[in-house]
């Protein structure tokens, strides 16, 4: 049973930081990816959008456009457990969104596509003010 805990979120100027963590336990398969995906306010959940993922056997990693250059993803493992950590700079206010972490197993190429994710947190908000 995969479990998750995220933590990070909060209010920062545009143009700032933060790091949101998300400690999955339960991750032991060959194929597990851990993502970070942002739905904005007034969005549905189908609107979520894909931030950053890590192929947690291989650390091969992926983000969205938007997000290259300023977020970076990456993890610490241990045994059934890996801490996926978000570090976001430069942060516009467009990036005001509830943040989620989510467990799936994926390739390369669909690590940010939400259909292969089954296991989602409960969400931080990440508020970004002029």
């Known amino acids: 049973q995969v479990e998750l805990v995220e933590s990070g979120g909060g209010s920062v100027q545009a143009g700032g930081s933060l790091r949101l963590s998300c400690a999955a336990s339960g991750v032991a398969y060959s194929r597990n990816c851990v993502a970070w995906f942002r739905q904005g306010p007034g969005e549905e959940r189908h609107e979520r959008e894909g931030?950053?993922?890590?192929?947690?056997?291989?650390?091969?990693?992926?983000?969205a456009d938007s997000m290259k250059g300023r977020f970076t993803i990456s993890q610490d493992r241990a045994k059934n457990t890996v801490t996926v950590f978000l570090q976001m700079n430069s942060l516009k206010l467009g990036d005001t969104a509830t943040y989620y972490c989510a467990v799936g197993t994926c390739l390369e190429w669909s690590l940010l596509q939400p259909n292969e994710y089954n296991y989602w947190g409960q969400g931080t908000q990440v508020t970004v003010t002029s």
């Open positions: 931030v950053a993922a890590v192929l947690v056997n291989s650390g091969s990693t992926g983000y």
